[in-house]
């Protein structure tokens, strides 16, 4: 099978992918820049979310196009990475977790590939269970064999960005029964379901929401959190890219009807 890796905020490349440009993707919803590397006895496309050094804000990303070139690619599986602010005092930083479930709160970014044009119609999928069970059991067995503890399962709620939350938002969040909240996980998720692809994501706690820490939270905490923890998630990634196996009979590759 051909798996693919979705790098988020410090993840711009992979331990053993090669260096360099990458493979320039053409979709119809624009390019996308791919590498691709044979990693713990897979092959593996990798896509930095963000592009090379951070250079696309989280509601810039061209999700339909990061999309749509894995899936041309031929990946079945997407194992991404999220860099998350937690809304619990009990999820600190550096703690890592697999999201099960996620809200969305995002406003002005394409949300689906189903626009109603004559080539893709109108079409409504199902996401009662939005990321893919077999990837997330890929995550947690890559954890405990990489000696990481991992929470299991978890609400991911999805900002605009590229501001960071306000207290009264941390706390609002907090009591819906979101416990972490990122900028980029969704439409991501949604769209790897339209064209069935399993997705599952590592989230890596990077700093507590507003109003939760005695400092308010800055992309420099993040940078500095994703830098120390980043050997033990590579560890965990390449781990779980071991483990990884086809999945036919996954209900995420169910066709949309």
């Not at 590397?37 to 951070?54: D, I, K, T, Y």
Request: aromatic residues 6%; proline residues 7%; glycine residues 10%.
């Amino acid at each position: 099978m051909r798996l693919a890796v979705m790098g988020g905020t410090g993840v711009y490349r992979l331990a053993g992918a090669p260096e360099g440009p990458g493979e320039t993707v053409p979709t119809r919803w624009g390019v996308a820049e791919v590498r691709r590397a044979e990693l713990a006895g897979q092959e593996v496309c990798f896509l930095a979310r963000h592009g090379s050094g951070h250079a696309i804000p989280p509601h810039r990303i061209n999700y339909r196009a990061n999309v749509a070139a894995l899936k041309q690619l031929g990946c079945s599986a997407v194992i991404a990475t999220n860099a998350v602010g937690s809304l619990r005092v009990d999820l600190p930083p550096g703690a890592l977790m697999t999201a099960d479930q996620f809200l969305d709160l995002t406003k002005a970014r394409p949300a689906t590939f189903y626009d109603g044009d004559d080539a893709h119609g109108v079409k409504h999928v199902n996401v009662t269970e939005p990321y893919c069970a077999n990837v997330r059991r890929w995550l947690r067995d890559g954890a405990a064999e990489a000696g990481e503890s991992c929470v299991e399962g978890g609400t991911y709620l999805c900002a605009e960005g590229p501001r960071f939350e306000t207290a009264a938002e941390v706390r609002l969040f907090g009591r819906w029964g979101a416990d972490v909240v990122g900028m980029t996980g969704v439409p991501e998720v949604v769209l790897a379901r339209e064209v069935g692809l399993c997705y599952a994501t590592l989230c890596l706690v990077t700093n507590l929401g507003a109003g939760l820490a005695d400092e308010p939270p800055s992309h420099r905490e993040v940078g500095e959190l994703m830098e120390r923890r980043l050997p033990a998630l590579e560890r965990v990634l390449l781990a779980a890219i071991a483990r990884a196996e086809d999945l036919p009979d996954c209900p995420c590759r169910k066709p949309i009807e």
